[in-house]
């Protein structure tokens, strides 16, 4: 059980003041815990990325360009697209006495447009100014205020990780009504240390990053983050050295298989495995094979072929007489898995089951009831095999895709469903060896360097979004050759009344194009609506599908060789490398077009030089670390560290063998953590749902 002084921080999100059932469901999705609603403390976790600071007011003239800026201006002329320019930009222009800008609207609502920018009246602009031939302009300003609002303008505003649909200013208000929420807590560090090192209490620490004084104020090297961040380390070190002593003492169970189903398994492929393959498998199977329990990693480029890793696996357990469970970071995912699987287990006689957030009461009991009593072989499921009442009769294996998505600990709590479970973690993100050993202590990695033969490169190009027309056309005749495209579109951010839900314009111009053969899905689609929309690209029905990030991780569509991603410049590099990864995975050439929108800053063609040079994953994660060093994280900005939710690593590695040596040295004076400042420690745990530490220490 959580101490009940914690109890405020994780009521649900939607017991906020001003957080409704929609606005709570959009939350739901922003805070992602895989189809569980969010709570209070998950917003508490979800620090701003950045700040805008409105202080500066400079003139238009003065004004430094490509940063986000407030301009006090006089509205002169409103432009109207017209005539053969029709479906050109909305332009306004604006003036004060030292120069001109225009606001440049694409898709826009003229009513709109009218009512929030009257000729001749003063406005206050805020957004990007930048300078397009020869002339400065903002695209879709973030904000067009008058006097009034101006007035309720805080001069430093966090900037929050959004989800389609959620604005800037709802996040920040329900941050603000979480931040009441805060208990009162006692202190689990030195308190002499901490006034040594200028870092304030956790919960001041939290004021101070969701509540900005000064764009410094959510730097990653702030004290405020710096405190959070070691709080989290210092969590999971505590964790971490727990369970792994714990599973140092209780030595696994040997699963040995004798390779009949995997026999099978291969029989039915229209492929052969690779070498690469081949090996990673042998790996995982010495390690069933043994006494000693099994933590290990296997890294893959996308497309490199793990999921048919993971199965071998799987099924080495079932040939053992036991289970396997595979997990996915989304519904999409699972579900694709599963497709995919049965017909593949089907013909080795395995039987495999789904279970996921979106299952209908009366089908999810027979799956349950199947699954205890060993009716199922293999489960695949999203973050709801997690969940109590999902019980095996003896689960062998479990298998964790795409681990990013997810904390460490959740995968060892997946440990817990079972008797000495064995762990197989999947990641497509390159992991140096270094932070591998601190995620996962001595965790084994295996590694998918090759990919299956017959792939042909991706010839990836960059073009400005002006030669859009171009891209269609060529569009017309690749798909009336058979193939078929992705077009992928980013959120529009921070402007509600400008949102032009970007996705859904693209699909209604293609739409015009290309009739029936065009296909949507976005993340605010239902469940089963987006499944159908999936299902019929899969099918090829539909031959392009224009669709959100939601498409990012894992989906697999052979035929599909095109990948449009608009606006790329707003995408991270691992994020586009992802995206392009959807494609050149059959026989057919593939290409990636990557349409931004001039002028590009420095880091962002940075980025599209990147991916035009390379597709190796490994590379790119590396320049992408780079390249993040340097600043500036224009638009979607990565979440940090995979399994952290305070700590990003590339910033605050250096604190953690000071959270190591300190956790150790705690629990070597109080295994028990039963001093005063060890019931802290177990606060801190509970915070951080650290829960099977804390389960270590109620067995005692
Ligand atoms: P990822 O590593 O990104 O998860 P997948 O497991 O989804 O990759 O595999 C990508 C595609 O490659 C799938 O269509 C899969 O069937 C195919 N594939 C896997 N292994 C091979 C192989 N040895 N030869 C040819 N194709 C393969
Ligand atoms: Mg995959």
Redesign the pocket.
């Known amino acids: 059980m959580r101490q009940t002084i914690l109890n405020p921080l994780f009521a649900p999100l939607a017991s906020l003041t001003g957080v409704g059932p929609k606005t709570g469901k959009l939350f739901d999705r922003l805070l992602d815990r895989g189809g569980e609603g969010a709570r209070v403390v998950d917003l508490l976790f979800h620090l701003p990325q950045s700040t805008i600071d409105r202080r500066e007011r400079p003139k238009i003239r003065d004004a430094p360009r490509d940063q986000v800026v407030l301009i006090e201006a006089r509205v002169v002329e409103h432009r109207v697209p017209q005539g053969r320019y029709a479906k050109g930009p909305y332009r306004v222009l604006l003036e004060d006495d030292t120069g001109d800008m225009q606001l440049v609207f694409f898709r826009a609502n003229a009513e709109w447009i009218e009512k929030a920018l009257p000729i001749g009246a003063t406005r206050w602009i805020s957004g990007r100014l930048e300078l397009y031939e020869g002339h400065l302009q903002m695209t879709h300003p973030d904000k067009i205020l008058d006097a009034a609002g101006l007035e309720r303008l805080p001069p430093v505003e966090p900037v929050y990780g959004l989800t389609e649909g959620l604005y800037q200013r709802v996040v920040a208000k329900a941050a603000g009504e979480a931040l009441k929420r805060l208990p009162d807590l006692p202190e689990w560090r030195d308190e002499a240390w901490l006034g040594q090192r200028g870092l304030p209490s956790f919960a001041r620490a939290l004021a101070s990053v969701h509540a900005p004084n000064a764009p410094a104020d959510v730097a990653l090297d702030a004290p405020a983050r710096v405190r959070l961040a070691y709080d989290e380390l210092l969590a999971s070190q505590l964790a971490l050295i727990m369970v792994r002593a714990r599973m140092r003492d209780d030595r696994g169970r040997a699963t040995a298989g004798d390779g009949r189903l995997a026999e099978l398994v291969l029989e039915g492929l229209p ?4 070498d690469a ?1 081949t090996a990673a498998v042998a790996e995982i199977r010495a390690d069933m094979a043994s006494h000693n329990r099994m933590l290990r990693l296997l890294q ?9 890793v993971a199965l071998l696996a799987m099924a080495t357990a079932v040939e053992a007489g036991r289970q396997a469970a595979l997990m996915a970071p989304t519904e999409i995912l699972a579900r694709q898995h599963f497709e ?1 699987l049965e017909p593949q287990c089907a013909a080795a006689g395995m039987r495999l089951a789904l279970v996921t957030g979106r299952d209908s009461a009366a089908h999810r009991r027979r799956t349950l009831a199947a699954l205890a009593a060993g009716g199922v072989d293999i489960l695949v499921g999203t973050h709801a095999i997690f969940q109590d009442g999902v019980d095996f009769r003896d689960l062998a294996l479990a298998v964790v ?1 795409e681990q990013h998505r997810f904390g460490v600990h959740q995968r060892l709590a997946l440990g817990e469903k079972g008797d000495r479970v064995d762990i197989l973690v ?1 990641t ?1 993100t390159p992991i140096p060896r270094t932070l591998v050993l601190t995620y996962f202590g001595d965790m084994d990695v295996s590694t ?1 360097r090759e990919k ?3 792939r042909q490169p991706i010839e990836t190009r960059a073009m400005p979004l002006e030669r859009v027309g171009e891209v269609v056309e060529g569009l017309k005749r690749a798909t009336a050759a058979g193939a078929q495209a992705y077009w992928v579109c980013p959120l529009v951010e921070e402007n509600e009344e400008l949102d032009l839900s970007a996705a859904r314009d693209r699909f209604d111009d293609l739409k015009g194009i290309f009739g029936e053969g065009v296909g949507l899905v976005h993340g605010q689609m239902k469940g089963a609506d987006k499944d159908a929309a999936m299902a019929a690209f899969q099918r090829g029905e539909t031959r392009v599908l224009v669709a959100t990030t939601v498409i990012e991780v ?1 989906v ?1 569509v ?1 035929n599909a060789t095109i990948m449009i991603i608009e606006h790329a410049e707003r995408f991270g590099l691992a994020q586009l490398h992802q995206l392009r ?1 959807r494609v050149g ?1 059959g026989a057919g050439k593939s290409s990636c077009v990557l349409l931004y929108r001039a002028p590009l800053g420095e880091v962002a063609n940075g980025r599209l030089a990147i991916m035009r040079e390379t597709e190796d994953g490994f590379r790119i994660a590396e320049e992408d670390l780079r390249l993040r060093g340097e600043g500036e994280v224009l638009g979607s900005r990565q979440s940090g560290t995979p399994g952290f939710r305070l700590a990003d690593l590339a910033a605050h590695a250096g604190l953690l063998p000071a959270a190591r040596e300190e956790a150790a040295s705690a629990l070597r004076d109080d295994p028990e953590l039963t001093s005063g400042r060890g019931e802290a420690l177990r606060l801190l745990l509970d915070l951080f749902e650290r829960e099977e530490a804390a389960r270590l220490l109620r067995a005692g």
């Open positions: 492929f052969s495995p690779t393959q893959g480029d996308v497309g490199s072929g793990k999921t048919l995919r895709d999947m497509a998918l299956p033969a017959g894992g697999d052979p990864g995975r």
